[in-house]
Every structure is written in C-alpha cells, then in structure tokens.
C-alpha cells in the first residue's frame, strides 16, 4: 500500500461561467478541485493551507475513517476550523472501500465550489468484479451560483427565508452547451466503439437531487458509494447530493456524439427550482478521425422534475452483491424524523428576518430537535477531553409526539427545540435507525448522510412507517451498504450499522440549506476498551477555536 501526499492550498481564484466572472474559494486554483487516486487500503497525508478569507475544514465524504475522527472534517464536530493563514494536516487510511467518493469543505456553503472526486481503485493485486473498462471518467455534478454561495446563505439565515436557487446545475464545473457563453468548455467524454467506460458519477450539488442520464446508452450499475452492488441496467440515475453511482456504458451506437445531461429531481412541493439541464457530450472516437465532432449531439429524454416514480424506481433496485454481514439483532433501535418546519416570530421581531411565508422563519429538524453547533470546542474535544458544557446528551430516541408525519399537524409541533443534542452509543452496538420523513411545512425527499459508517438500507417506503407490516419487508439478505439514503417523500427509509468507530459523527440531510437550518443530529460512540478500538489521540496541529 501507498501512501500519497498532497497539499490543498484553499484560496480566492477568478473564476468565470455564464459570462460573468467572479472570485471564487477553490482548492489549488482549481474547480472542481484535484482528483484523489488511490487503491484500497492506501493513506493520504493532506496538507490544508487556508489561504482565504473564510474558515475552512474539509470532509472526505465516505471514507469511514475509523480511528481516525479527526481527519473526518465537519466544522464544530470534528475539529475547530482552520482560520484565514491556517493549516491542518488530514491523515487517514482508505480500508475496505472501493469505487468511488468526494471530498468537500464542511464550512457555511464553502462546498459550492470546494469539492473534487475521490476515486478508489482495488488494491493493486485486485481487479474490479467486472471486466476491466476500456476507458475510466469522473463526473461530478454541481451548481453554481453567480452571486458568491456564501452571501446568499448569509441572506437567507438572516431573513428566515429560502435562499436563491443556483444559476446553473455543472458537470465537472461546466453548465455545458445548453447555458449561456458555456459551450466552449462543455466536458467531453470519450467512447470508442466497441469498448466499455466505466463513469463515476457524484452528485456534489449544493441544495438538489439530480437525474441523470446519457442519450441511446444503457446505464449498468455496478457501484454506489465506494461499494459494489449487484449489476442492473437503466436508463436514468437519481443522485441525492453526497451520493455516488458507478456506471459501465457499452460503445455500442453509431459513432457520433450523444449528450450525457443532469437535470433537477425536484420532490418539494410548490418550492421554486431550477429545471435547467446541464450537458456533457460522449464523443465517439475511431482511429481515423474523432467522431462528427460539428454534429448536433443526440439528446436524452431526462424525467419530469416531479417524477418520484422514477426515482424511487431507481433507489430500490440497488442490492449488494452477496450475502452481507447486516446486523439481524439490534441494541439500539431509534426512530428519528426528518423534516422542515417554520418558527413563529417574536411579535416584536423586525419584518426582514421573518421572511418564510406568512412572516414565519424555516427551521428544520430531527425528532424535534433542530441542531445547533458548538462554537468553542468541536464535540469531538469536548468528548475526548470529558469538557463539560459543550453538548447535552439528550436528544431523544423516538419522536417527543407521536402524529400522521405524512399530514398536516398542530402548530405546536411546527416549534422545535434548539440544541446541541448528542445520542450515545456503545462500542460496538448494532443499531437501527428509522428515518421518517415529515411534512410540517412541506414534504420532500431528503439525502440522509451518516459520517465514520457505512450502513445497510434494510427497507424503504411511503407514509408512515409501521413497525408490523413493514418489518415484514426488511430485506436482512443482500440489502446495500451506502453512506447517504434519500430518504423518499412522505416516506421513510430503515438503515443498520454496527458502532465500531469511536467518535462523533453528524448525521444530516446533505441539502446544505436544511443543515443550515438544524436538520442533524450527532451519534457520539464511545471508545472500546482495546488499543484497536481506541480513537487515537488528536494530531499536533489540530485547529483550535
Ligand atoms: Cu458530505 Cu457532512 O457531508
């Protein structure tokens, strides 16, 4: 095994899209920022330099990290952040995982434009379950904003209501030939007839699910979130952010160019968004010639922006390849909602920081709980060094009201409370989680993320959940191992994972918007008693508050 060094300067780079050119925070200059390559079981050594002017941490989205919480990255959990001429060295092994993952900054919405692909090849004497592709890409589907990301969530925590949508979904950083002053730069693929291409797609955007799809190829999955699944065949892909989906494509189709295209999977009823596509071209290439490289590309049909159907359709097809190690006995089963909601302002309250409808502010939350972060010690001190003050450990196993979560409810429980909340589990428990989406303010599908585990979604459906009928319907056989469940709307999703990684780790929907509005909550797993059970201790230069 390797072990690869980096260093990741974060800093102000001009960046121009749609016409219009902007300073953006990037990683060495770069957007997306640089690809990692390793094999399994590899470390990584990753020198952050915050040349900016923002606080900054990053997260290796998925990496399990066990043992080693402090390289995981959410600012206030994990770490303190590192601060404007800071720096902080990520170390971390990859263990068991293959195929492919992100990283991204875990600060405010810094990750609109710091994020990049991390792609996990088996370990050097492996191969991949499949017949090894001709050709590998990386696609990672993002949004961008004209305005600077960060303004426009400051403006929408300050107002109470919901920010502006982006002005354009990307692939690879570019909206491609359907947008603005894009064409030049649309990211193009290359196919050559006869061969296959393996495409890792993530879904990096900032605040939406996406459908995506390649026109006249079949989609075969062979992967999601650094896991292998067991091959099936489709047409369209729907990612919720965080997400990842591998694919092989056939270059069987006449040479010629063919849109690959992203478009928005909007579940939220009435809520404004963005139904623009964006593209990149599959460009069949022979020895002779590169393909019909004046052609019009040939354009997909991509689904409705409402098509839950299809979605959902997607979603439950996924299975692991084998038999799976899915604890079939539970120590700790919780049920724990997931949903918005909107605060009654103060009578007093100024008008301009009420600006949800009827001059209400949004607020999201777990179980009732909307999550509040630290600000003078990440949890993971505070834990570590037993200082008291910094998080209750209250926050409840099932819901404080029991009611039709599907439907519409008494205001009280448009109310949550604010806090830092904490649930603790024992080394090494097996533990159910029931994600029940609500619909207090408004239903939609929410993209639920666990960091430091990898879990089985055992089952997933529509309406409340039912512990009878439905635990009928777990699949405990060959159910998939993934780190982020989009969570159906007015539905619910049931995840298991054994709590063999000390630490604290944040579980939240990965809509940055509902972060912001305290849709998390944080599992907090104490130590075995073993040397290899133990968190190990916090690196030198770990950032203080
Ligand atoms: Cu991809 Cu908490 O993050």
Request: aromatic residues 10%; contains cysteine.
């Amino acid at each position: 095994a390797k072990t690869h060094y980096h260093d990741f300067v974060v800093q102000a780079t001009k960046v121009t899209r749609l016409c219009k050119t902007r300073s953006s925070i990037t990683v060495n200059g770069q957007l997306p920022g640089p690809t990692l390559e390793v094999n399994n079981g590899d470390s990584l050594v990753i020198k952050v330099v915050n040349k900016a002017q923002y606080n900054v941490t990053i997260h290796w989205h998925g990496v399990r990290q066990i043992r080693t919480a402090w390289a995981d990255g959410p600012e206030f959990i994990t770490q303190c952040p590192i601060r404007p001429g800071g720096s902080y060295t990520y170390r971390f092994m990859i263990s068991g995982q293959e195929g492919t993952l992100w990283w991204h900054a875990h600060s405010s919405w810094l990750r609109a434009t710091v994020y990049g692909a991390i792609v996990i090849r088996p370990k050097e004497r492996d191969s991949y379950p499949f017949a090894k592709p001709n050709h590998e890409s990386v696609i990672v589907l993002g949004e961008w904003w004209n305005a600077n990301p960060i303004d426009v969530i400051r403006q929408a925590t300050r107002t109470g209501g919901a920010p502006n949508v982006s002005d354009a979904y990307t692939i690879n950083g570019q909206p491609g030939d359907l947008y603005n002053c894009s064409k030049k730069d649309t990211f193009i693929v290359p196919m050559g007839s006869g061969e296959t291409n393996l495409i890792r797609v993530i879904n990096a955007a900032l605040n939406q699910q996406l459908f995506f799809t390649i026109a006249g190829h079949k989609l075969t999955v062979v992967g999601a979130d650094a896991s292998y699944v067991k091959p099936f065949t489709t047409s369209v892909l729907m990612l919720g952010p965080g997400q990842t989906t591998d694919v092989l494509i056939k270059g069987d189709q006449p040479p010629r160019q063919y849109y690959i295209a992203a478009r928005a999977y909007a579940s939220a009823q009435g809520a404004p968004f963005d139904n623009t596509t964006t593209t990149a071209i599959l460009n069949y290439t022979t020895t002779a010639t590169s393909a019909a490289s004046n052609s019009n590309p040939i354009m997909p049909n991509l689904p409705p922006f409402n098509d839950t159907k299809t979605a959902t359709a997607f979603t439950t097809s996924f299975r692991s390849p084998g038999k799976t190690l899915v604890p079939t006995t539970i120590d700790e089963n919780l049920f724990i909602t997931a949903g918005l909601g909107i605060n009654q302002c103060p009578k007093n309250a100024n008008s301009n920081t009420c600006q949800a409808p009827n001059g209400t502010r949004f607020t999201a939350s777990m179980n009732n709980v909307s999550f509040v972060l630290p600000s003078n010690y990440s949890l993971l001190q505070a834990h570590h060094h037993g200082i008291p003050g910094v998080f209750t450990t209250d926050f409840p196993a099932t819901p404080p009201v029991k009611f039709d979560y599907t439907g519409n409810v008494s205001r009280s429980l448009w109310q949550p409370v604010r806090g830092t909340k904490v649930y603790k589990l024992k080394y090494g428990a097996r533990v159910q989680v029931v994600l029940q989406g609500t619909s207090i303010f408004t239903a939609e599908n929410h993209p639920i993320h666990l960091h430091g585990y990898d879990f089985y979604v055992v089952a997933e459906g529509f309406g409340n959940f039912d512990p009878k009928s439905d635990t009928a319907r777990f699949n405990l056989v060959d159910p998939p191992l993934r780190n982020t469940v989009s969570l159906p709307v007015k539905g619910w999703a049931v995840i298991r994972f054994v709590a063999d990684n000390p630490g604290t780790w944040i579980m939240h929907c990965h809509l940055d918007v509902h972060i912001g509005w305290g849709l998390a909550m944080v599992f907090v797993v104490d130590n075995g008693v073993g040397q290899l059970e133990t968190l190990e201790q916090p690196p030198e230069d770990l950032p203080v508050c």
